[in-house]
């Protein structure tokens, strides 16, 4: 079962809210262009989940090490330094994620101090905001699991995992 959220976490989440997102905006278009009626709880179930979508979106980049990034150096080094380059620029990400995971919970624990809620949903901004510290989380997550996967490429002298490549 563990095995399985681990591969499959991030997809299936996404896929959930991506289907909750294209379903809700063409509900909300219907009903605009024909009804010439809308609401305001359907923008605010398409914006929220499309800020849940690009932090466990990019969750998923980092466990699938689909970031952008220049690599043409790294094409003509061996397995142990192109590890190296990996384990440091995952250092560096998975630094400026526990940060950002920090600070992010002020703007929760502030919320939850005033008790804010969303104007069309009525639903306390807690869970809408805590969309940043699950992504940073995820991406801290994520980042562990890449750094045991790469200093055991490193020992054993294997290539590196460098991702799926997008055209090959």
Do not use: C
């Not at 997809?11 to 509900?27: D, F, G, N, P, S």
């Not at 809620?117 to 801290?140: D, E, Q, T, Y």
Request: aromatic share 14%.
């Amino acid at each position: 079962m563990l095995k399985l959220l681990n591969q499959n976490l991030e997809r299936w989440a996404l896929l959930t809210l991506y289907v909750l997102l294209v379903l809700t905006m063409a509900i909300e278009v219907v009903r605009r262009e024909v009804f010439a009626f809308s609401s305001i709880w359907g923008e605010e179930i398409v914006r929220y989940s499309f800020i849940y979508l690009a932090w466990i979106g990019a969750a998923s980049a980092v466990r699938e090490r689909a970031h952008i990034r220049i690599d043409v150096i790294l094409h003509y080094l061996g397995p142990r330094p192109k590890a190296l380059i990996y384990i440091f620029g995952d250092l560096i990400m998975f630094l400026v994620a526990l940060v950002a995971l920090y600070w992010s919970f002020e703007t929760v624990t502030v919320s939850w101090k005033f008790g804010s809620v969303s104007h069309g949903l009525r639903i306390s901004m807690v869970w809408f905001l805590m969309a940043v510290p699950i992504g940073f989380s995820l991406m801290v997550l994520r980042l562990v699991q890449s750094f045991i996967q790469d200093i055991h490429a490193l020992r054993t002298g294997e290539p590196v995992f460098e991702g799926n490549k997008m055209f090959d």
